[in-house]
T-cell receptor, first 115, second 113 residues
Framework: QQQVKQSPQSLIVQKGGISIINCAYENTAFDYFPWYQQFPGKGPALLIAIRPDVSEKKEGRFTISFNKSAKQFSLHIMDSQPGDSATYFCAATGAGGTSYGKLTFGQGTILTVHP | DTGVSQDPRHKITKRGQNVTFRCDPISEHNRLYWYRQTLGQGPEFLTYFQNEAQLEKSRLLSDRFSAERPKGSFSTLEIQRTEQGDSAMYLC???????????FGEGSRLTVL
C-alpha cells in the first residue's frame, strides 16, 4: 500500500515535443505529491509539487495533473528541451506532522530529449 | 548557503569493514533525512532527525546501521560489517520544519567488494 508505481521506465522525445510521465498510488493517506528531477551524479531536486485539493498545477513548462478518484498523477513537460534530459521521480507522502519528509518514490523515468 | 554537503562522495570498502558517512545540512534546517538509492531505483527512506532527535527509522535500517545527529547540526551514518548488498548511493536531505521540499546532497556512493 506504500508503493508508488511510475511509468514509463524510459522516454525519448524530440525537442519541442511533450513528455508525459505517469504515477499511481494506493495509500489514501498520501496528500502531497512532488516530482523530483535528478541529473547524473547529483541528488534529486524538487521540480514541482501538488496537493489533492487541486486537479492541476502549472509552473512554466511543467504541469502536474492529479486525479484523486483514480489515485493517479502525471507530469507533463511542454516544449521539451535537451536540457530536460534527466531522471524524473514522482513521490508521495502524508503532509504534516512527522511524516512530511518521508517520501515514497516511484522507480524513476529516464527522459532523453533529442535535439 | 552552500547546500547540503556529503562526505566522502565515493567509498570503496571490503566486505566486513565499517564505513561512516557525514552530512552537513543547510544551516537553518531543523530536519535531516537519510535515503538510500540503488541503481535504477528511486530513493528509499532510511531515517530522519528533527534537531538532534531521531524520530523515525525504516525497517530497511538494520541493526548494522546507526545514524546520529549529536548537536542538531551535522549527521553521521555508520554501517558496520558491510555486505555487498549495502552497495548504493546514500543521500542526505534537509528541510525546515513544516516545509514540503527536501534539499538533497549529491550523495555518498558506497561500493562493497
Amino acid at each position: 500500500q506504500q508503493q508508488v508505481k511510475q511509468s514509463p521506465q524510459s522516454l525519448i522525445v524530440q525537442k519541442g515535443g511533450i513528455s508525459i510521465i505517469n504515477c499511481a498510488y494506493e495509500n489514501t493517506a498520501f496528500d502531497y505529491f512532488p516530482w523530483y528531477q535528478q541529473f547524473p551524479g547529483k541528488g534529486p531536486a524538487l521540480l514541482i509539487a501538488i496537493r489533492p485539493d487541486v486537479s492541476e498545477k502549472k509552473e512554466g513548462r511543467f504541469t502536474i495533473s492529479f486525479n484523486k478518484s483514480a489515485k493517479q498523477f502525471s507530469l507533463h513537460i511542454m516544449d521539451s528541451q535537451p536540457g530536460d534530459s534527466a531522471t524524473y521521480f514522482c513521490a508521495a507522502t502524508g503532509a504534516g506532522g512527522t511524516s512530511y519528509g518521508k517520501l515514497t518514490f516511484g522507480q524513476g523515468t529516464i527522459l532523453t530529449v533529442h535535439p | 548557503d552552500t547546500g547540503v554537503s556529503q562526505d566522502p562522495r565515493h567509498k570503496i570498502t571490503k566486505r566486513g569493514q565499517n564505513v561512516t558517512f557525514r552530512c552537513d545540512p543547510i544551516s537553518e534546517h531543523n530536519r535531516l533525512y537519510w535515503y538510500r538509492q540503488t541503481l535504477g531505483q528511486g530513493p528509499e527512506f532510511l531515517t530522519y532527525f528533527q534537531n538532534e532527535a531521531q524520530l523515525e527509522k525504516s525497517r530497511l535500517l538494520s541493526d548494522r546501521f546507526s545514524a546520529e545527529r549529536p548537536k542538531g547540526s551535522f549527521s553521521t551514518l555508520e554501517i558496520q560489517r558491510t555486505e555487498q548488498g549495502d552497495s548504493a548511493m546514500y543521500l542526505c536531505a534537509s528541510s525546515p520544519v513544516g516545509a514540503g521540499e527536501l534539499f538533497f546532497g549529491e550523495g555518498s556512493r558506497l561500493t562493497v567488494l
